[in-house]
């Protein structure tokens, strides 16, 4: 690890001033540390923002939840307004990690968390995201746990988090504050594509830091989380689907669904929810929603297995939902 400068801020705005002189946030440390360590990632300054005021979860006043971006995974899946009213959530985050891992990682560093490309930690290895210009190894090496959906010809990452799949199918928007002020984004603008540049994984400005995130109201319908992976813990999942569906006299009424394991970011297609309304819960209605999803998914080889298991796993995700919601 190289010599870095460390401060602690005592402000959000002190943070954000840091930053945007080129430190860099520090929060639970549970991927940047672990990318220090290895120069993948080799800030000049951190700003520890571990002592901010950012830690409570509280109802909002349209009976959401404002979510501070300190609060631990731990924290956050075993509050008990999210464990009773977001149960999505809850399991998604209780899918990641460790226990030890959870207690550490925060709401923020989470969403932000960079991608498990095995090519992105080898510093040695070819990769755009790391190193701009450089190519892609993983384009015709190990490529089992990288995206079908969303990808580009410079970047076929993986978004990792749990955590963020859930919220975005639960609609969720990021709170910042920057130098410049600040603005509330919803959670899927907050991810850019790769597209050439794969470098640039936020539309966040320097400086600009995660305070919360907000929940809408809990919807309507049954919740659920399934995540394939290739262990029962301690793994990344190579296909989740975080789904909320409601089913009135038969037919499906309501549809917000997420998928991770697949894409850059966690991935959200509306017309899939689309397809899935009004219809009568059944395998062809399952797989004709699965058609759209996967309409313009591509293999690279290793994880062409990714895209018919996105159709299973979806498939089982929409029965058990439809059971429990009628
Ligand atoms: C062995 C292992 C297994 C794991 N398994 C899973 C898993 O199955 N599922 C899963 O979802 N995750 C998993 N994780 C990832 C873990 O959830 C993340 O490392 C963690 O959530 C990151 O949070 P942190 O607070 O430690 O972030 P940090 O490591 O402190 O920061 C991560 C990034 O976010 C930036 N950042 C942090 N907070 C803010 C903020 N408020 N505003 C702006 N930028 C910010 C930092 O500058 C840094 O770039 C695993 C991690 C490990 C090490
Ligand atoms: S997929 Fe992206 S992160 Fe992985 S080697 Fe290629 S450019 Fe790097």
Redesign the pocket.
């Known amino acids: 690890m190289r010599p870095f400068d460390y401060a602690r801020a005592d402000t959000t705005s002190d943070a954000a001033t840091r930053a945007a002189a080129g430190a860099?946030?520090?929060?639970?440390?549970?991927?940047?540390?672990?990318?220090m360590k290895l120069e993948v990632?080799a800030p000049e300054a951190l700003v520890d923002?571990t002592r901010l005021d950012?830690h409570e979860v509280e109802a909002t006043d349209e009976s959401g939840l404002r979510i501070g971006?300190?609060v631990t995974?731990s924290d956050l899946a075993n509050h008990a307004t999210v464990r009773a009213h977001y149960p999505v959530l809850s399991r998604?985050l209780l899918?990641?990690?460790?226990v030890q891992?959870?207690n550490?990682?925060?709401?923020?560093?989470?969403?932000?968390?960079?991608t498990r490309c095995p090519y992105f930690y080898d510093t040695a290895a070819a990769c755009n995201k790391r190193d701009p210009g450089t190519g892609c190894a993983a384009m015709e090496g190990r490529n089992r746990i990288l995206a079908v959906l969303g990808a580009s010809d410079h970047c076929i990452a993986t978004h990792?988090?749990?955590?963020?799949v859930a919220m975005r199918a639960l609609g969720a928007r990021v709170v910042?504050e920057g130098p410049d002020g600040g603005r509330e984004l919803d959670l899927g603008d907050l991810y850019r594509l790769p597209g050439d540049t794969p470098n640039i994984e936020t539309v966040?400005s320097d400086g600009?830091?995660?305070?919360a995130v907000i929940l809408p109201p809990p919807p309507a319908g049954a919740q659920s989380y399934v995540k394939v992976?290739d262990r029962a813990s301690?793994?990344?999942?190579l296909v989740s689907v975080a789904g909320v569906v409601a089913v009135e006299d038969g037919r499906i009424t309501s549809a917000n669904l997420a998928f991770g394991g697949l894409a850059p970011m966690p991935w959200r297609n509306e017309a899939v929810e689309t397809a899935l309304i009004g219809k009568a819960p059944s395998t062809e209605t399952f797989d004709a929603a699965a058609d759209i999803l996967l309409a313009d998914a591509k293999g690279h080889g290793d994880n062409d297995f990714k895209i018919p298991l996105a159709r299973r796993t979806l498939r089982r995700a929409l029965r058990e939902l439809c059971e429990r919601a009628a």
């Open positions: 860099t946030f520090l929060a639970g440390g549970t991927n940047l540390l672990d990318l990632m923002v950012l971006a300190l995974n998604a899918s990641g990690a460790t891992l959870r550490k990682a925060t709401t923020g560093g989470n969403l932000l968390q960079r990792p988090s749990d955590m963020a910042t966040l600009e830091l995660i305070t992976r301690y793994a990344f999942a």
